[in-house]
């Protein structure tokens, strides 16, 4: 079945800094890729996505870029601010379905 | 539009116990999942329902745990009988197609003692 490996599992940065978390996935008939972001004692709230016909897609401090040949694709926040603090999920369609699979999260943590 | 509405948003019970969590899904949304999310195990999908029709249970953990759709706009995801190891923040989402963006509800924090 499909499987999604999200790295890494903790991230510091220093505001300002930019952060890049990347995950990989094993199923190559996937076609959708979003990114998750969960504040502590919230709940996940999507923060952009992208199809598999689009090779990168941004939305202000915000990029991700997908690269299907190699099955991975990455979260970039650039200009870091101590509010992009929280938890970062990715996750993967699998085909002809309508689940998602899951990362097992990024704690992205921005120092002042 | 006020979301997905979880009810309760917080349960402590007792081993042995039935718990019953609610769910009500954004209007025209045809897509509802199920989620459990510990530290341990991160974000696992139950069971989603497309149409009011379950799809997909594979992520049941066992027979304690059975979901049922109604109609478009209320679900059930019932424990019986409840253990610790249930102790966990359980999501309900809904979406409009597949694959499409999935809009979580506050989640409801089950606690069994």
């Known amino acids: 079945g499909e499987n999604v490996e999200q790295h890494p599992s903790t991230l510091s940065v220093q505001e300002g800094d930019s952060a890049v978390i990347k995950c990989t996935y094993s199923?190559?008939?996937?076609?959708?890729f979003p990114w998750y972001k969960q504040e502590l004692g919230k709940r996940p709230q999507l923060i952009i996505d992208?199809?598999?016909?689009?090779g990168e897609k941004k939305d202000q401090r915000i990029a991700v870029t997908l690269n299907k040949t190699a099955k991975h694709f990455s979260l970039h926040i650039t200009e870091t601010q101590p509010e992009d603090s929280a938890v970062y999920f990715c996750?993967?369609?699998?085909?002809?379905?309508?689940?998602?699979?899951f990362g097992q999260g990024t704690t992205l943590q921005v120092k002042p | 539009d006020a979301g997905v509405i979880q009810s309760p948003r917080h349960e402590v019970t007792e081993m042995g116990q039935e718990v019953t969590l609610r769910c009500k899904p954004i209007s025209g949304h045809d897509y509802l999942f199920w989620y459990r999310q510990t530290m341990m195990r991160g974000l696992e999908l139950l069971i989603y329902f497309n149409n009011n029709v379950p799809i997909d249970d594979s992520g049941m953990p066992e027979d304690r745990f059975s979901a049922k759709m109604p109609n478009a706009s209320f679900s059930t995801l019932k424990i019986q009988p409840s253990e610790p190891r249930d102790s966990a923040v359980y999501f309900c989402a809904s979406s409009t197609g597949t694959p499409d963006t999935q809009y979580f509800g506050p989640g409801t924090r089950l606690t069994v003692l």
């Open positions: 199923d190559s008939a996937s076609n959708y």
């Open positions: 992208i199809r598999s016909n689009v």
């Open positions: 996750a993967a369609s699998m085909s002809n379905t309508g689940k998602l699979i």
